[in-house]
C-alpha cells in the first residue's frame, strides 16, 4: 500500500521538523479559539477607528437641526441630542479611545519597567525605596485620585494618557521586579558578569528580553485597564473633554435620554465593553502561547 | 506572628501619612483655589483675602497640613466648605451607606463566585466550559457604569420591577423591603466584577488541587466524589482566594464610587465627586484617606489571612 507508506513519510517527516519557540508559541495561540477571534475583532475594530472619516463623511462634531432622529439610510444609526451623526461619532471616539488605551499601556510597561527592574536586580536599600513607593501608589485608591489630578486643568487627550499611565505602573513594576529577582540568579546572568558586562549592560541586553512574555501579556492587559479608566474618567466628565468624542464622555451626555433613546447609551458602552472583551481574551491567548510553564 | 502583626499594622502608618502628605500637595498645586470659587467672579481682593482667612487656606501650605493632621489625630476633620458643618457630620451620613453597599456586594459576589468556579472546574461538558469562560471574561471587561445603566434600563424602565435609583422611597425611609429593593441594583452591579473574577480564580485554584496525590488517596478510600470535593479539594482550594478578597480594596472603592454615581447612592463616592466640583477640600481630604484607610486595611489583612489560614505559611 503505498499511499500509506507515503503517509507515514510525510509524518516521520513532520515530527523531525523542530519549531522555534516562535512557532510552538503561535501553535499554542492558534488552539486558543477565543483569543484568535478576538485578535480578529480587535483588528476590525481598528480599522474602523482609522477609517472613520471613509466610512462616514460626517464630520462627529458638526451639529444640525435633525436632532435625536431615527436610524436611516443617511444616518445609519441616526443622530444625537444635538444633530451629530452617531455612527460618525462612534468611529472617531473609537480613535480617542483606543490612542488612550495603547499610549496609556506604553507609558505604564515603560515606567513599570523603569521600576521595578532596578528594584529587583540591585535589591538591598534601593529595592526597599522603589518597593516602598509602589506600595503607597497601591494603597491609593486610583479612580479617585485619577479624578483629583483631573479635576484640576483643563484635560486633553496627552494629559488623560499621562495620568492613566502614571497612576497604573505599580502593578506592573511589582511583576517586573519579581522577574528580575529571580533572573539575576541565573547562570547566563553570572556568565555575562565574569565577561565583564556592566550592569546597565546586565539589565538590558541580557536580563530584560527574558522578561518579554510577561511584558507583553501585561501590557495587553494594561490596554484594556486604560480604556476602562478613560471611559469611567470622561463618563464622570473628567476625562475627555467634548465636543472631543470619547465613548465614555457619549455616555455622560446618554444618560440623561436613557428613557427616550436608549441607544444612545447601548452602542458605546457595547463597543467599549466589546474592545475590552477582544483585548482580555487575546491577553489570555498569549499567556497560554508564551509562558513556557503553561505549555503541555 | 505577633511581632509580624504589629510591624506590618506600624508598617501601614507611614503609607497613609504619605498618602495624605501627597494629596495635600496636590490639592496646593491646584490652580484657582476655593476662595476663588466661594467669592463668586465680582469678589474683590478685599473680600477674597476675608474668605481665605475664614477657610483658612491664607496660611502656608505646612501650616495648613500640621493643623489638619492635629486636627484629624483629635478626631476634628475640619469644617466643610460647602456645607459649613463639621466634616466628621457629613460623613457620618454617607459613610454607613457606602459600607452597606460594599457588604451587600461582597456576600453576592462571595455566594455566587464559589458555585459558579466550582461547577466551571468539575464540568467535563464543553459548552459549559466555554459559556463559563466567556461569562466570567465579560464580567470583568462591561464597564460598570454602563452595566449600572442597561441594569436601569431593562429593570427600572422597561420592565418597572426595581426602582430607579437613590436608596429610599419617599415616606418610606425605614421600610426594609423598600431598602432591599433599592439594593438589589447597585449591589448586584458592584458584584459582577468580583463574581466573575473569583470564580476564574476558584476554577483555576480547584483545577490545580484535583491534580494533587491527596485527592487521588481520598477518592482510592472509595469516597463519594461529593466528600472529595466540598470536604477535601475546596478546602485547599479557596485558601488563595481569601488574599485576592483583600487586594481588591482599591478596585472595590473606586467601582462603589461610579455604581453609587450612577444609582444616585447616597454615599462616600458621590461625596467625594461633589466635593471635587465644589472644591470642597476637607470633605476631599476625609473621603479620600478613608478611601485609602480601606484599601491599606484590605492589604493587611489579606496579608494576615494568608498566614492564618495558612499554617504552611511562617511570616517572618
Given at each position: 500500500m503505498p499511499a500509506v507508506t507515503q503517509n507515514q513519510t510525510e509524518k516521520a517527516i513532520k515530527l523531525r521538523k523542530t519549531l522555534t519557540p516562535a512557532g510552538r508559541a503561535w501553535r499554542t495561540f492558534r488552539r486558543?479559539?477565543?483569543?484568535?477571534?478576538?485578535?480578529?475583532?480587535?483588528?476590525?475594530?481598528?480599522?474602523?477607528?482609522?477609517?472613520?472619516?471613509?466610512?462616514?463623511?460626517?464630520?462627529?462634531?458638526?451639529?444640525?437641526?435633525?436632532?435625536?432622529?431615527?436610524?436611516?439610510?443617511?444616518?445609519?444609526?441616526?443622530?444625537?441630542?444635538?444633530?451629530?451623526d452617531l455612527l460618525s461619532r462612534l468611529l472617531h471616539a473609537g480613535r480617542i479611545s483606543l490612542s488612550v488605551g495603547f499610549g496609556a499601556a506604553v507609558l505604564t510597561v515603560v515606567i513599570g519597567v523603569l521600576v521595578g527592574a532596578p528594584a529587583g536586580y540591585y535589591g538591598g536599600r534601593l529595592d526597599a525605596l522603589l518597593s516602598g513607593l509602589i506600595n503607597v501608589m497601591l494603597a491609593i485608591p486610583i479612580l479617585p485620585l485619577a479624578l483629583v489630578l483631573s479635576s484640576f486643568v483643563q484635560t486633553n487627550l496627552t494629559f488623560v494618557i499621562f495620568i492613566i499611565g502614571g497612576l497604573s505602573w505599580p502593578a506592573v513594576a511589582r511583576i517586573m521586579r519579581a522577574e528580575f529577582l529571580s533572573l539575576r540568579e541565573r547562570e547566563f546572568v553570572d556568565a555575562a558578569r565574569v565577561l565583564g558586562a556592566g550592569s546597565g549592560r546586565i539589565i538590558f541586553i541580557h536580563i530584560l528580553p527574558n522578561t518579554l512574555a510577561p511584558i507583553i501579556v501585561a501590557a495587553t492587559l494594561q490596554v484594556a485597564n486604560a480604556i476602562l479608566l478613560e471611559s469611567a474618567l470622561s463618563f464622570l466628565g473628567y476625562g475627555v473633554q467634548p465636543p472631543q468624542a470619547s465613548w465614555g464622555n457619549m455616555l455622560q451626555d446618554a444618560q440623561r435620554y436613557l428613557r427616550t433613546v436608549p441607544e444612545l447609551a447601548i452602542y458605546p458602552g457595547a463597543l467599549i465593553s466589546l474592545t475590552v472583551i477582544s483585548i482580555n481574551f487575546l491577553g489570555d491567548g498569549l499567556r497560554e502561547a508564551l509562558d513556557p510553564r503553561l505549555q503541555v | 506572628m505577633n511581632r509580624y502583626l504589629i510591624r506590618r499594622t506600624l508598617l501601614a502608618i507611614p503609607t497613609l501619612l504619605v498618602v495624605s502628605?501627597?494629596?495635600?500637595?496636590?490639592?496646593?498645586?491646584?490652580?484657582?483655589?476655593?476662595?476663588?470659587?466661594?467669592?463668586?467672579?465680582?469678589?474683590?481682593?478685599?473680600?477674597?483675602?476675608?474668605?481665605?482667612?475664614?477657610?483658612?487656606?491664607?496660611?502656608?501650605?505646612?501650616?495648613?497640613?500640621?493643623?489638619?493632621?492635629?486636627?484629624?489625630?483629635?478626631?476634628?476633620?475640619?469644617?466643610?466648605?460647602?456645607?459649613?458643618?463639621?466634616?466628621?457630620?457629613?460623613?457620618?451620613?454617607?459613610?454607613?451607606?457606602?459600607?452597606?453597599?460594599?457588604?451587600?456586594?461582597?456576600?453576592?459576589?462571595?455566594?455566587?463566585?464559589?458555585?459558579?468556579?466550582?461547577?466551571?472546574?468539575?464540568?467535563?461538558?464543553?459548552?459549559?466550559?466555554?459559556?463559563?469562560?466567556?461569562?466570567?471574561?465579560?464580567?470583568?471587561?462591561?464597564?460598570?457604569?454602563?452595566?449600572?445603566?442597561?441594569?436601569?434600563?431593562?429593570?427600572?424602565?422597561?420592565?418597572?420591577?426595581l426602582p430607579s435609583g437613590g436608596m429610599a422611597t419617599i415616606g418610606l425611609e425605614h421600610d426594609p423591603v423598600d431598602r432591599i429593593l433599592h439594593l438589589i441594583g447597585p449591589a448586584s452591579v458592584l458584584a459582577t466584577m468580583y463574581i466573575a473574577a473569583w470564580s476564574r480564580y476558584v476554577r483555576s485554584s480547584l483545577l490545580e488541587v484535583l491534580h494533587q496525590d491527596y485527592i487521588r488517596l481520598a477518592r482510592a478510600k472509595g469516597l463519594s466524589e461529593w466528600t472529595v470535593l466540598t470536604q477535601h479539594a475546596l478546602r485547599n482550594a479557596l485558601l488563595p482566594l481569601v488574599t485576592l478578597i483583600g487586594l481588591q480594596g482599591s478596585s472595590l472603592v473606586g467601582g462603589a464610587m461610579i455604581t453609587e454615581v450612577v444609582f444616585a447612592w447616597p454615599g462616600m463616592g458621590r461625596l467625594l465627586a461633589e466635593a471635587l466640583s465644589s472644591r470642597d477640600y476637607p470633605v476631599l481630604m476625609a473621603a479620600f484617606m478613608i478611601m485609602a484607610v480601606l484599601t491599606v486595611l484590605g492589604n493587611l489583612l489579606a496579608d494576615l489571612a494568608y498566614g492564618w489560614v495558612d499554617p504552611r505559611i511562617r511570616l517572618s
Open positions: 486558543h479559539h477565543l483569543a484568535l477571534a478576538s485578535a480578529f475583532t480587535l483588528a476590525l475594530l481598528v480599522l474602523a477607528s482609522a477609517l472613520a472619516p471613509v466610512i462616514s463623511s460626517y464630520d462627529p462634531d458638526a451639529a444640525s437641526l435633525n436632532i435625536l432622529a431615527p436610524p436611516s439610510p443617511e444616518h445609519p444609526l441616526g443622530t444625537d441630542d444635538v444633530g451629530r | 502628605v501627597l494629596l495635600f500637595g496636590l490639592l496646593q498645586l491646584a490652580p484657582g483655589g476655593p476662595a476663588a470659587l466661594y467669592a463668586g467672579p465680582d469678589a474683590g481682593p478685599e473680600d477674597l483675602e476675608r474668605i481665605s482667612r475664614l477657610l483658612g487656606t491664607d496660611q502656608p501650605a505646612p501650616v495648613q497640613y500640621l493643623r489638619w493632621l492635629g486636627g484629624v489625630l483629635r478626631g476634628d476633620w475640619g469644617i466643610s466648605f460647602r456645607y459649613r458643618e463639621p466634616v466628621v457630620g457629613v460623613l457620618a451620613g454617607r459613610l454607613p451607606n457606602t459600607v452597606q453597599l460594599m457588604a451587600a456586594a461582597l456576600l453576592i459576589a462571595l455566594l455566587l463566585s464559589v458555585p459558579f468556579g466550582v461547577v466551571s472546574a468539575v464540568s467535563r461538558w464543553r459548552p459549559v466550559q466555554y459559556l463559563a469562560s466567556i461569562a466570567a471574561m465579560l464580567g470583568v471587561s462591561i464597564p460598570t457604569f454602563w452595566l449600572g445603566m442597561m441594569v436601569l434600563l431593562v429593570f427600572s424602565v422597561r420592565l418597572r420591577i
